[in-house]
């Protein structure tokens, strides 16, 4: 085998590797922020959330919304 097909085949199983911990990464911090939660949340708000996750900025709570916040959201 080539040398340059066997690097091309350590650097994808790399790369595969670094997205399985980014994918595990993000999976047990939205599950830690869903233990926290006691109210369903669309899927939208869940999405919203992931970004928030992400992108290292801190994540919604709910305990800063209003009521009227509260309302608004219910289906």
Do not use: D, R, W
Not at 35 to 58: D, F, M, R, Y
């Amino acid at each position: 085998m080539k040398k340059s097909a066997k690097i091309a085949i350590i650097a994808g199983i790399c790369v595969a590797v670094i997205i399985g911990g980014l994918a595990l990464f993000v999976h047990f911090s939205l599950s830690e922020i869903e233990k926290n939660e006691t109210e369903q949340e669309s899927t939208e708000q869940i999405a919203k959330e992931a970004l928030e996750v992400i992108s290292g900025k801190k994540p919604h709570s709910e305990e800063n919304e209003s009521e009227e916040q509260y309302e608004k959201e219910l289906p």
